[in-house]
């Protein structure tokens, strides 16, 4: 039996506040805010309980009554969701945790987090009739939209900026993407999503980046990712949650799908939400700070970061983090780059975890507000890590020691071990 979206309550805009219907909803309405989709929660008590969830297989999917997704035949998919949740074991010593768990998004398809909102967006377009997605991405998204583009027998084209890893471009030629590198125009203004744009309007294109204000279909896929927390730690869920962030889907989106479940009666309460930004780039910990007002965010003026896939100078979806930041006593914190550097090694000595910068940034957060007594070393904390390291080669070459040769003799062997 398939479902329709008439589950769904209402779609308006966050920023102009127009409302739209089923029949009229675009993927943006090009005011520069993101289109909010409200299901009717008191209809989704029909189809979830804990126990019917328990039972039930699949990733992201297994919550389609959730997604903006007319047909369960529309589904463009590779599995995606449904990620490991393990405790860590000498991470957590040595950070003095007892209850720190890590949310595994490497194991995504395209081997980042970006898989649940873009495998949405692209199920979407496609039920739509688009024959173009475009999306402007540092890597990540692009990858995401790439694979399920492909999957779908869609074209790809992917906005990168200039200076994004070699590693990532691979993937995407490899894909079958249409990849082009924006130049840098402006300070403080992203090219690619300025050409992304524009592209849009002029060509017809489908926007599918991870930006809920180009995709409003999109952003509901994130909200899987805190389904599945809640599921993994048998509905009880943790003192605290700690996100990588750039423009603060990730966050927002995971919250959401959180406060949703707590509104069904699945969970009893909301986790905290952290914020973690590079100081590199850190508009939406600025604004939390600083009491801006959510749709008024000021843009940061660089976006000089190792954590490359966090360097977001305009939060596309930071509205929606400062809202859930509030909601849920949360916090937020921006770390330096040598300390996101060190916890990236330190997760794969001490864990087998291979991520990338921007995926094991929230560590390096999470470690400054244990040292200043926000977090008690007793609470229960989820991190995700975003990123697989096979996203950017050249950071963990770098802060790694180099391979010796030697010849295949045991002394020489013993020798080079010594040093």
């Keep these: 039996m398939c479902v329709k979206v ?65 047909r369960r035949r529309n589904i463009v998919t590779l599995g ?6 393990i405790k860590t074991a000498a991470l957590g010593q ?6 720190l768990y890590l949310k595994l998004e490497t194991m995504c398809p395209s081997g980042s987090f970006k898989d649940r909102p873009i495998c949405v967006g692209v199920s979407r377009a496609s039920e739509d009739g688009a024959k173009t997605v475009v999306a402007a991405s540092s890597g990540n ?32 030629r490899t894909l079958g993407a249409e990849v082009f590198r924006i130049k840098k125009a402006t300070r403080g203004i992203d090219s690619t999503t300025t050409l992304l744009q524009a592209a849009c309007e002029k060509l017809g294109w489908t926007p599918t980046p991870s930006f809920g204000p180009f995709n409003c279909f999109q952003f509901e896929g994130t909200k899987s990712l805190g389904y599945e927390i809640a599921e993994q730690r048998n509905w009880s869920v943790p003192n605290w949650i700690l996100f990588p962030t750039g423009s603060g889907g990730l966050m927002a989106g995971s919250m959401k799908g959180l406060w949703e479940f707590r509104e069904m009666g699945l969970i009893d309460s909301l986790p905290k939400g952290v914020v973690v930004q590079p100081d590199g780039c850190s508009p939406i910990v600025r604004a939390f700070k600083e009491g801006h007002d959510p749709l008024d965010i000021q843009p940061w003026d660089s976006n000089e970061t190792v954590a490359g896939g966090l360097a977001d100078p305009f939060p596309w979806d930071g509205d929606a983090s400062l809202k859930y930041l509030r909601l849920s006593h949360g916090h937020a914190v921006s ?25 094991v940034a929230a560590l390096a957060g999470l470690r400054q507000l244990l040292d200043e007594g926000m977090i008690d070393r007793s609470d229960s904390v989820v991190v995700p890590i975003t990123g697989i390291g096979f996203k950017d080669l050249s950071t963990p070459d770098r802060l790694t020691p180099s391979v010796k040769l030697i010849s295949p003799n045991v002394e020489e062997l013993r020798k080079a071990l010594k040093t």
């Excluded at 090009?30 to 699949?58: M, P, Q, T, W, Y």
């Excluded at 995606?80 to 949740?85: A, I, R, S």
């Excluded at 040598?338 to 291979?354: D, M, N, Q, S, T």
Aim: with cysteine; net charge negative.
């Design 6 to 70: 008439s589950r769904v309550k209402s779609f308006k805009c966050a920023k102009c506040q127009n409302e739209y219907t089923e029949d009229t909803v675009p993927p943006n309405d090009g005011c520069g805010g993101r289109i909010d989709i409200e299901f009717d929660l008191e209809v989704a008590k029909e189809h979830f309980s804990r126990e019917s969830l328990e039972r039930s297989r699949g990733g992201l999917w297994k919550y389609f009554e959730l997604m903006p997704l007319r």
């Design 80 to 85: 995606e969701g449904n990620t490991p949740l």
């Design 94 to 99: 040595e950070m003095g945790l007892k209850d």
């Design 141 to 172: 998204a692009a990858a995401s939209m790439s694979t399920y583009a492909a999957r779908a027998g869609l074209r790809a084209v992917v906005f990168v900026p200039d200076d994004a890893p070699s590693e990532k471009l691979i993937h995407l």
């Design 335 to 359: 770390v330096p780059d040598a300390e996101i550097e060190r916890h990236l090694v330190l997760l794969g000595k001490l864990e087998g975890v291979f991520a990338e910068p921007s995926g």
